[in-house]
């Protein structure tokens, strides 16, 4: 099934645009699309957050790394900062992906 992403005003794909998606070319109502999307990136969100990483075949995978400490500086006033150790979230995509993105550029 090919979904037709062209006709979005703006260049960024947000929750909205993707439930008005499934609101028109699937035949969800809008509340049904609205969950639908909701519930999709809430799973997302309490998987990385309990640690597990999230695979989505053909698309890629989104990970947990640790950042170590590090010492930083103020680009303002150049003062030394301590950057303190942290979790991010990282995402690598699947070499289909990665395919169908270099064929577009080819193009």
């Keep these: 099934m090919d979904i037709a992403v062209e006709s979005l005003e703006t260049p960024a794909l947000t929750k909205a645009h993707l439930a008005e998606l499934l609101f028109e070319q699937i035949g969800l109502n809008k509340r049904e699309s609205k969950d639908m999307i909701d519930a999709f990136f809430d799973l997302i969100a309490e ?10 075949s053909g698309f890629g995978n989104f990970q947990i790394r640790t950042k170590a400490a590090r010492p930083g ?10 950057i303190e150790a942290r979790k991010v979230v990282t995402f690598h995509a699947s070499h289909k992906l990665k395919e169908q993105i270099q064929a577009w550029t080819d193009s």
């Design 73 to 82: 500086r103020n680009p303002r006033t150049g003062e030394a900062i301590p």
């Design 47 to 56: 998987r990385l957050t309990e640690g597990q990483d999230v695979k989505i």
